[in-house]
């Protein structure tokens, strides 16, 4: 006698315990704020944990698609779902190209052409767009070809990532101020600070607060 056939029907979706949403929010967060992503050791400091455990608590969100990691990468984490948020409402902001010294900072021959970014972003401030070129900041998880969002602001705080105007060019560095002593500090041990001497003309033209990389947003 044949027996009964087993139902088959949709793979359920896996949902979140409520340490794993916190564990997803903290990530946002702090991309909100730093404008990259943590790295584990940080992670487990705002959650009060262990970087091991951490870790293991990404892990889960990577295996249940919410959180993609690249290997051997200490700031390689992209989210790829938030399951709080409703639909995203985009607008567009200028992509601009090689900034000249002397010329206003969204002239038009500076603007390349769109880009689209959560409004949310948007509301902090008047925000453009910059493509990366070079590694100078590839352990800041801001890669070649990558588009940092950019908010327009003429002073930054030290540890904020700012673009700069240094010498006629526009440049993507961290920003160190200690007493009297001012560096542009890349993110890759093969480049070397830029001091900023008393002569020098240095203009603060905006705060990164989010990368749009080659194969998504990288945000809160």
Do not use: W
Not at 156 to 166: H, K, P, T
Not at 187 to 199: C, H, L, M, S, T
């Amino acid at each position: 006698m044949a027996g009964t056939p087993k139902r088959r029907g949709r793979r359920p979706v896996e949902e979140l315990t409520d340490t794993q949403r916190r564990v997803l929010r903290e990530v946002k967060e702090f991309i909100a704020q730093r404008g990259f992503p943590p790295t584990a050791k940080e992670l487990g400091e705002r959650l009060d944990v262990s970087a091991a455990t951490a870790h293991e608590q990404i892990g889960q969100l990577v295996r249940k698609g919410f959180i993609r990691r690249e290997p051997r990468k200490a700031r390689g984490l992209t989210i790829l779902r938030d399951p709080d948020s409703g639909p995203v409402d985009l607008v567009s902001i200028p992509l601009l190209g090689a900034i000249a010294a002397g010329s206003p900072l969204l002239a038009e021959e500076n603007i390349l052409g769109e880009v689209m970014i959560e409004r949310r972003l948007a509301s902090t401030g008047r925000c453009y767009a910059l493509r990366v070129t070079g590694e100078s900041m590839r352990d800041a998880a801001i890669r070649d070809g990558d588009v940092v969002i950019v908010r327009q602001q003429p002073v930054a705080e030290s540890g904020d990532i700012v673009v700069a105007l240094l010498a006629g060019e526009a440049t993507i560095k961290r920003l160190s101020i200690r007493g009297h002593t001012i560096e542009l500090r890349p993110e890759n041990k093969e480049f070397d600070p830029i001091a900023i001497g008393p002569d020098d003309d240095l203009r603060i033209l905006g705060k990164v607060i989010a990368v749009h990389r080659n194969d998504g947003l990288l945000n809160a």
